[in-house]
Structure formats: C-alpha cells, structure tokens
C-alpha cells in the first residue's frame, strides 16, 4: 500500500497565524512520531502516539504546539500563533512495531512563516 | 543528556569507491540502538542501518556495514561501491532502550558522490 502521507507539502503562513499539519500513517502501523527538522540540522522529536496511550509530548517545544491522533489514524500537528523560527520540515514517521526506531517517513511539511 | 555527534558537515567520493561517514556520541546508559538514516532530496528519511549495542558483531546491509566500537562511543558508517543514488544527508540517531520514542539525531554529513 501507500506509504506516510503528508499534506500539504509546503505551508506559508503569516506570524501569528494558526497551522495544522496532516499526517496519514501505513496502515495498520500503531506508531506515529512527528519529528521537526530545522535547516541543516537534523531531526527533533515532537511528539510519540502508540495506539490509545497516552501520547508522549515532551518533545513539544511550546504551548502553542498540540497534535492529535485518533485511534490508529490521521495525525494533525497544529501550531497556534506561528512564529519565524517555527519555520522547518515537520516530518511525521510511522511504525508497526511500538517503540520501534521509525523506518517509514513521509516527505514531511516544509512550513515558512513570514 | 545523550548527544550524538557528526563531526563532517561534508564527504564526497568517487564513484565505485569506499567512503566512511563518522559519528560519536555520549550516553551514560549501557542498552542501546544506533541507527544511520538517509536523507535524498525528497525529504523522505530512510532507515539505512541498525546496530544494537549488546551486539559485538557489526552489522552489515548489503553495501553499508557499520564500525561499532562501544568503549569509544564511535559508530561510523562505510559505504562500499558507492553509488550516485548513494548522494544524500547521512543522519546518526542514538536511541536508549528504556527511552520508548525519543531517538536523538545528530547533525547530518551531506554526502556527494561524483561520477
């Protein structure tokens, strides 16, 4: 099947204004991570779903930063008053295995804030 | 705190020869994973490698084989016949085995693969 689907695949948006990112996991895959990859950098954890836990959040950098997950689907990362130097890649990966290293990501959401 | 460290920013290579992408870290924890992720131009990270730390043998996928040496906190990454669909960041991810999600990447070395 299809692998992680992101959307939309760039995002601009003004300072101050609200974003909602979009991740569609493998199916089937109970893990979900949302990485953010700021330019030249490498990879920071944001968040970690596994199935109905309770989702690991301490990667979150602010209060403006919330994600949601339902069940074993759809993941939204919402980031409230965007700010410049929230502008990165989110990347969202999935997994088959809880807690295992991700190996399926998708092509992430390149988000400018201007 | 664990940092992972990737001390060329770039590496570049012949194509057909070997090339090795350095990478150290810091932990204080005995049980661990060390991965190499693949970065193209798509965005789209790809796992390359995985080495368990309680694991003597290094491990090897087809072209890519890994140096693990645990008392030096050093897990480098040699790429053998090195190919142009080879070209991509290389990322080292350290991931602690009570930890769960949290993998912790370092920098990335931006690989070039000349023809």
């Known amino acids: 099947g299809a692998g992680v689907s992101q959307s939309p695949s760039n995002k601009v948006t003004e300072k101050g204004k609200d974003v909602e990112l979009r991740c569609d996991p493998i199916?089937?895959?109970?893990?979900l991570y949302w990485y953010r990859q700021r330019l030249g950098q490498g990879l920071e954890f944001l968040i970690y779903?596994?199935?109905?836990?309770?989702?690991?959040k301490s990667g979150l950098p602010s209060d403006r930063f919330s994600a949601e997950r339902t069940g074993e689907s759809v993941s939204t990362l919402t980031i409230q008053r965007t700010q410049q130097e929230d502008s990165a890649v989110y990347l969202c990966?999935?997994?088959?295995?809880?807690?295992?290293?991700?190996?399926?990501f998708g092509s992430g959401t390149r988000l400018t804030v201007v | 705190a664990q940092t992972v460290t990737q001390s060329q920013p770039e590496m570049s290579v012949q194509e057909a020869e070997t090339v090795t992408l350095s990478c150290t870290y810091d932990?204080?924890?005995?049980?661990?994973?060390l991965f190499w992720y693949k970065q193209p131009p798509s965005r789209q990270m790809i796992l390359v490698i995985r080495?368990?730390?309680?694991?003597?043998q290094n491990a090897t996928e087809n072209r890519f084989s890994v140096n693990f040496q645990k008392a030096a906190k050093s897990f480098s990454l040699k790429i053998s016949d090195s190919q142009l669909g080879d070209a991509a960041m290389y990322f080292c991810?350290?991931?602690?085995?009570?930890?769960?999600?949290?993998?912790?990447f370092g920098e990335g070395t931006q690989l070039t693969v000349n023809p």
């Open positions: 991810a350290y991931k602690p085995e009570t930890s769960g999600s949290r993998l912790t």
């Open positions: 080495q368990e730390a309680y694991k003597q």
């Open positions: 199916s089937g895959h109970t893990a």
């Open positions: 932990t204080s924890e005995s049980d661990y994973y």
């Open positions: 990966a999935s997994s088959l295995v809880p807690l295992y290293p991700p190996g399926d």
């Open positions: 779903f596994q199935g109905n836990s309770a989702p690991d």
